[in-house]
């Protein structure tokens, strides 16, 4: 169940939906800095769900705790059924992340870069090649597929960076910024890219951009502060602050959180 700071209220989860990500009073701290605050949180399976906030909400954190790069202060989680604390090799094995600065090797080529992230993950030569193939064709990467990674555009080193964190078959995937710099074109390219991940996992983004965030999620949270304020879909949370544009909804919610 996760907290509405909207009303208060705590909404209970759905008993027909099976559960791929479940916190409880999740918590980081440095020192005497806490990033995030008694997170609780519940995410569907297949789930395209939004982690929203200005800077120092505490969205990368949390994506790090959940991924096993961060161990929390306190507070459980089960990531696809398995327990970050006692489990944490078998969530590490059934996640996938596209981190903010991506991950690629610039000096290999996007085959090269497929195919060594696969045989990362144990696959012999020959299945490392098969997938390389398939991420390159899921991906329209087939015509820069012997560039060097340098030497791609933004977008199709995001493209990429997706396609290796794709590599493992997680069952939860964590795009953090994925559009981060590119132009309008190449945004609206990878947004049909995360489309079709819908259903077929559950994804976890994050970003600044308000109409990615309102296109593609099924649900979105709103951080500040490290804390959680609400939990929604976009039109829902839109009626409960009374704006008629998301836009105008987010600025009211970590506006009134600034201003506590």
């Known amino acids: 169940m996760e907290r509405n700071e909207l009303s208060g209220a705590v909404a209970p989860t759905d008993p027909t939906r099976e559960i791929a990500i479940q916190t409880d009073g999740l918590r980081k701290s440095y020192g005497t800095v806490t990033a995030v605050e008694g997170l609780t949180l519940t995410v569907y399976r297949g789930e395209l769900f939004a982690l929203l906030g200005v800077n120092g909400a505490g969205k990368t954190t949390t994506i790090r705790m959940l991924t096993g790069l961060s161990v929390p202060t306190a507070g459980t989680a089960r990531v696809a059924g398995y327990d970050l604390k006692t489990e944490l090799q078998a969530v590490k094995t059934?996640?996938?992340?596209?981190?903010?600065?991506?991950?690629?090797?610039?000096?290999?080529?996007?085959?090269?870069?497929?195919?060594?992230?696969?045989?990362?993950?144990?696959?012999?030569?020959?299945?490392?090649?098969?997938?390389?193939?398939?991420?390159?064709?899921?991906?329209?990467l087939e015509e820069v597929a012997s560039r060097r990674a340098k030497l791609l555009s933004g977008g199709y080193q995001r493209r990429l960076s997706i396609a290796m964190a794709l590599v493992g078959d997680p069952k939860v995937l964590y795009l953090d910024e994925p559009t981060l710099g590119l132009d309008v074109l190449a945004r609206r390219q990878l947004w049909k890219l995360v489309e079709g991940l819908k259903g077929r996992m559950t994804v976890i983004l994050t970003t600044h951009y308000l109409e990615e965030a309102e296109a593609l999620s099924d649900r979105v949270a709103v951080m500040a502060r490290g804390r959680l304020l609400a939990v929604d879909t976009a039109e829902g949370l839109k009626a409960a602050t009374g704006c008629a544009s998301f836009q105008d909804a987010f600025i009211k919610l970590v506006g009134e959180e600034a201003e506590a």
């Open 94 to 140: 059934v996640s996938g992340i596209s981190p903010q600065e991506t991950a690629v090797s610039e000096g290999l080529t996007v085959r090269e870069n497929l195919v060594t992230m696969a045989r990362i993950f144990g696959k012999n030569a020959e299945e490392a090649a098969r997938c390389a193939d398939t991420l390159i064709r899921d991906f329209s």
